[in-house]
Structure formats: C-alpha cells, structure tokens
C-alpha cells in the first residue's frame, strides 16, 4: 500500500516565504528609487535580503530592475553630457575673454596712435579732419 505523502504544508509555506520576499524585493526597489540610489540586482538584493538569483527567476520584478538601470544609465550619460558641455563652454568663455584682452590692448595701442597722430597734424599746422568737418 503505497503512503499518500502530506507536502501542502510545504507547500504553502513556500508561497508565504515567496510573497514575502516579493514584498521585500518591491520594498527594496521603492527605497532605492526615494533615496534616489542606482536599482539593479545586486543592490535590491541587498536590501531585500534575497538572492540575485532569486530576482532573476522571479520575472516581474527581473523586466522592472531591469527598466530601473536602464534610466539610470540614461541619467548618467546624461550627466556626463551636461559636463561634457559645462567644460566646452568654459573653455570658450576662456577664448572669448583672451580675445577680448587682445583686442582691448589693440584698441588702446590704436587710441595712442590717433592721439600721437592729431598731435603731428598740430605741429604741422594743417588743419585737422575734425576742424574742416566741423566748419561745413
């Protein structure tokens, strides 16, 4: 006479230790993502004291993780990017303010020259552009 074996016990204990780590895993995800932290498995599964195998299987939660590290990655090339810009725009902030330097330097020489230059006009005793101009 073969022996009907008695595993319902068994079995609904493993649901519960299943929903509860469901629990947990989910848990896991929401601190994550308030406490603004990068989610992927190693990290969930830390905090829900779970495996990674275990969220692996479990594929729900496998497709979420799984969007979750995408955006973070996104995010991060993002943030790379926007550094990337902030150096290209200091660089050409640098640019622009040696030019201007240049450029005021230039002016100033030129100004010394115009003045030297109405001086001579004055020794020489021709009169100036300005004179016959305000004369018309």
């Not at 308030?34 to 299987?57: D, E, H």
């Not at 995408?70 to 810009?85: F, K, P, T």
């Not at 330097?101 to 552009?129: C, H």
Request: glycine share 4%; charged share 35%.
């Amino acid at each position: 006479m073969a022996h009907k074996r008695n595993v319902e016990g068994l079995l609904a204990n493993a649901r519960k230790k299943r929903e509860t780590a469901l629990v947990r895993a989910k848990e896991a995800i929401g601190e994550l993502l308030r406490k603004k932290q990068i989610v992927n498995f190693n990290t969930v599964a830390q905090i829900a004291g779970v495996s990674t195998a275990w969220l692996y299987r479990q594929e729900a939660l496998k497709v979420r993780i799984m969007q979750l590290r995408e955006q973070d990655a996104r995010r991060a090339r993002a943030r790379r990017s926007e550094r990337a810009s902030e150096t290209a725009k200091d660089a050409v902030i640098k640019t622009l303010r040696s030019r201007i330097k240049e450029l005021d330097s230039e002016n100033k020489a030129l100004r010394r020259q115009i003045e030297a230059l109405y001086g001579q006009l004055l020794e020489s005793g021709k009169p100036s552009a300005e004179a016959s101009v305000k004369d018309v």
